[in-house]
């Protein structure tokens, strides 16, 4: 184990390359910087200064980062954190340099009059974070799997890598049904606390493979890689959700898509809708550490595209 001190400083566009090898190099090797930096920046106002890198020997070791959103309950709005990426080097690990980290964004968090914080965690991760000051959100993630082709592979939820040459072949299977994003208001808004997705959410969730499907009256937007995702459904009637998946289906017949996830939270709508015709499986925990109790943070419901990394 390094025993070299640690010193721990805020995230600014000066030292956001370092947190982005740390990234690339610790959690997704397919990341592009640009991407990364927009994640941190393209925000309502940017959290930079509330993410902290943690340097040894100034070289990078650690990174907690978060990011800014706002929420809506009835009448009520107000501004969250989502705590995204979490990261010490194994060389590093056991010297609390997580706890500090945790302890310094959690301050800074505070000082901005931000309401509350969460963050999404498989299992394992959750049970660290209580330790924290993490507690747990009403209802949990599942996912549904649902078969393209006869041929179908368990990908890893966390590895739809961009695929131009499927992304092609997408497009032009699904001209009739791509759209430009619609800014329909999140549907999560009408049930309880939700994020509001307004011009500077979209803005930060620009990305090359996502896309916007209008099929009948149902709108999709998905993200396409090596797998199809669905991170958020708008529809009315669950009959003509269960269409607009048979036409995915259809359509994907002559693209190498083999699966498409849809997560959905325990309860919501279109939980509700594809528990009916498909098998649900436990994914993540939301968590929350409450600021303010303005809000009850603990009836939070999420979108899997309001998640960072959809």
């Not at 916007?212 to 993200?223: D, H, M």
């Not at 436990?282 to 990394?309: C, Q, T």
Request: with cysteine; charged share 20%; proline share 5%.
């Amino acid at each position: 184990m390094n025993t070299s001190p640690i010193i721990c400083k805020p995230l600014n566009i000066n030292n956001i390359a370092d947190a982005y090898i740390l990234y690339k190099n610790w959690m997704n090797p397919h990341a592009i910087k640009e991407k990364f930096i927009q994640k941190y920046t393209a925000q309502i106002f940017p959290l930079t200064e509330c993410s902290y890198i943690a340097y040894s020997e100034n070289k990078p070791v650690g990174f907690l980062g978060v990011i800014p959103y706002y929420i809506q309950h009835g009448s009520k709005q107000g501004i969250v954190a989502q705590r995204c990426d979490a990261i010490v080097i194994p060389a590093f690990r056991s010297r609390g340099i997580y706890r500090q980290l945790t302890k310094l964004v959690s301050d800074s968090i505070f000082l901005k009059d931000i309401d509350f914080v969460f963050s999404v965690f498989n299992q394992i991760a959750y049970r660290a974070t209580q330790k924290m000051g993490f507690n747990i959100c009403n209802k949990h993630f599942f996912y549904y799997r649902i078969p393209l082709r006869r041929k179908t592979y368990l990908h890893k939820l966390t590895n739809n890598i961009y695929k131009p040459d499927i992304l092609r072949s997408f497009d032009d299977a699904f001209s009739d049904y791509i759209v430009e994003n619609l800014n329909i208001a999140n549907p999560l808004n009408e049930i309880d606390l939700s994020v509001i997705q307004d011009n500077h959410f979209h803005k930060y969730k620009l990305d090359p493979n996502h896309r916007f499907l209008k099929i009948g009256n149902t709108i999709l937007w998905v993200k396409v890689g090596k797998f199809m995702e669905i991170g958020e459904v708008y529809f009315e009637r669950e009959s003509e959700l269960y269409n607009a998946i048979q036409t995915i289906h259809a359509y994907t017949q002559n693209i190498p898509l083999y699966e498409c996830i849809i997560q959905a939270q325990f309860g919501t709508p279109l939980y509700k809708a594809l528990e009916k015709n498909y098998l649900p499986n436990n994914s993540w925990v939301v968590g929350y550490r409450n600021f303010s109790n303005v809000f009850p943070a603990e009836k939070l419901l999420l979108n899997a595209s309001d998640v960072d990394i959809f």
